[in-house]
T-cell receptor, first 106, second 113 residues
Framework: KNEVEQSPQNLTAQEGEFITINCSYS?????LHWLQQHPGGGIVSLFM???GKKKHGRLIATINIQEKHSSLHITASHPRDSAVYIC????????FGTGTSLTVIP | SQTIHQWPATLVQPVGSPLSLECTVE??????LYWYRQAAGRGLQLLFY??????ISSEVPQNLSASRPQDRQFILSSKKLLLSDSGFYLC????????????FGSGTQLSVL
């Protein structure tokens, strides 16, 4: 069993839709990260959070430490949001989910 | 500002040939350095990490090795590549201490034929 589970694995949305990607983890953590990987392979960090909620533009990340669950929301989705979104947690090392491939159709 | 450089971006190598992937970090000192491999449909797998010069920890027994000859240089090597070594390799760095955040290089797509 993976330490980090993400759902869904693949997601297709129409432009403008509200999107939610979920992440559950099974280890004790000091922080949870949401990463974005573009088709070229480069990965950028979107959020690092250890409690509550963070917002950056149209992106919102929440975490529930008791339930060991986090969600990444994208409001008013746009084709440029198409990417793979990866959840990662920092336990005794970094653990990564397998990613959610998001395609936003114009 | 800090930057991370990883090269080459793509590499095609025959089975049995050697490998050397290099990663350098600028704008910071004494970072933690990591090598990850990403296989299709799988999460990032930690291969090696280093907390300082000459200090390498291996997470997965395999055909690869890593070295850190300088503070901000991390090298992934193999003496003889296997087909199973094909994959996407990512170098990353982080600062030490609380609030550790990972910064990734642009990756190397390795194809072993």
């Amino acid at each position: 069993k993976n330490e980090v589970e993400q759902s869904p694995q693949n997601l297709t949305a129409q432009e403008g839709e509200f999107i939610t990607i979920n992440c559950s983890y099974s280890v004790g953590i000091s922080a949870l990260h949401w990463l974005q990987q573009h088709p070229g392979g480069g990965i950028v960090s979107l959020f690092m959070l250890s409690s509550g909620k963070k917002k950056h533009g149209r992106l919102i990340a929440t975490i529930n430490i008791q339930e060991k669950h986090s969600s990444l929301h994208i409001t008013a989705s746009h084709p440029r949001d198409s990417a793979v979104y990866i959840c990662a947690v920092r336990g005794n090392q970094f653990y990564f989910g397998t990613g959610t491939s998001l395609t936003v159709i114009p | 500002s800090q930057t991370i450089h990883q090269w080459p971006a793509t590499l095609v190598q025959p089975v049995g040939s050697p490998l050397s992937l290099e990663c350098t970090v600028e704008g910071t000192s004494n970072p933690n350095l990591y090598w990850y491999r990403q296989a299709a449909g799988r999460g990032l797998q930690l291969l090696f990490y280093s907390v300082g010069i000459g200090q390498i920890s291996s997470e997965v027994p395999q055909n690869l090795s890593a070295s850190r000859p300088q503070d901000r240089q991390f090298i992934l090597s193999s003496k003889k590549l296997l087909l199973s070594d094909s994959g996407f390799y990512l170098c990353a760095w982080s600062l030490k201490g609380p609030g550790e955040k990972l910064f990734f290089g642009s990756g190397t797509q390795l194809s072993v034929l």
